[in-house]
């Protein structure tokens, strides 16, 4: 007897559409985030461009550390590993 496929969900198409356009945006977010504010300490404090390079250095790790943990908390489905669920981490 052949195995029927089981009936895909047409929310976890949204889901998945929705965690593909909102990464890039959280990734770029930070990386900007951080730079303007280094920029604008850079240009308060005359330092130019350090804080600016620092700062977006440590944008880019929050932004791959938010990225990596949407990833982990959206795979990972509810109950195993979501925060507002109150399992432990």
Request: glycine residues 12%; aromatic residues 6%; contains cysteine.
């Amino acid at each position: 007897m052949p195995q029927q496929k089981p009936a895909r969900n047409p929310a976890d198409w949204v889901r998945q559409l929705a965690l593909a356009l909102d990464l890039p945006f959280l990734l770029v977010g930070s990386v900007l985030g951080g730079c303007l504010i280094g920029y604008l300490l850079d240009s308060w404090l005359h330092t130019e461009p350090w804080l600016m390079l620092v700062l977006g250095a440590l944008g880019f790790a929050a932004g791959l550390r938010a990225v990596l943990r949407s990833l982990s908390t959206r795979s990972a489905g509810p109950g195993r590993g979501n925060p507002s669920d109150g399992a432990k981490v």
